[in-house]
């Protein structure tokens, strides 16, 4: 068994904390919460950052006409949106721009709803948004850590550790 996690590394400072984003009645009476965190949000979240950009875009070319009027042309543009089908481009680009939305709402709802933690007995991975996964490890079970790290991951604060069992 090996749970792979891309988390941002050297936060144990919280060392024996109050559990923050788990319920305390998955945790036994001598056991104490060491960590959590989630997946890093750089490695997560830039695709759904990208998505908004690119909703932002398509969004500004579909209306660009009502918004910037004749001051600033697209070349082809105007003579698109008059043309009789005019209306169905901005209706595919308002789709399209929907849909790169629902991609980053996506991204962030897959982000938000992964936790992991670990205690002083065991690290416990908490997926889903609307159904649960709890899966968890007894550190007596963990056989390997690899803990993984290129130079810009290692600038930014983050890696990929591995338990391994």
């Known amino acids: 068994m090996s749970r792979t996690a891309n988390v941002a590394l050297g936060r ?4 024996a ?5 788990i319920s305390s009645r998955l945790l036994t009476a001598n056991e104490s919460v060491l960590i959590e965190t ?5 490695k997560h ?10 909703m932002l875009g398509t969004l500004l070319v579909a209306f660009w006409s009502s918004i910037f009027s004749s001051e600033i042309p697209i070349p082809y543009l105007p003579g698109i949106i008059t043309s ?17 939305f629902l991609n980053f709402l996506v991204k962030y709802l897959r982000w938000v709803s992964t936790l992991y ?14 159904g ?5 490890m007894p550190l007596g079970m963990i056989t ?13 604060g983050y890696g990929t550790v591995t338990f391994s069992s």
């Open 38 to 42: 989630r997946t890093s949000k750089i």
């Open 17 to 21: 904390a109050k559990p923050k984003h």
């Open 12 to 15: 144990l400072t919280d060392l």
């Open 144 to 156: 390997n850590i690899d803990v993984r790290q290129s130079a810009m991951q290692r600038f930014l």
């Open 132 to 136: 649960r996964s709890y899966e968890d």
């Open 84 to 100: 009789t089908y005019g209306w169905l481009f901005t209706i595919a680009f308002v789709v399209l721009a929907g849909l790169f």
């Open 45 to 54: 979240m830039t695709g759904g950052a990208f998505s908004l950009i690119l």
């Open 117 to 130: 933690v670990m205690t002083n007995t065991r690290v416990i991975t908490k997926k889903g948004i609307l």
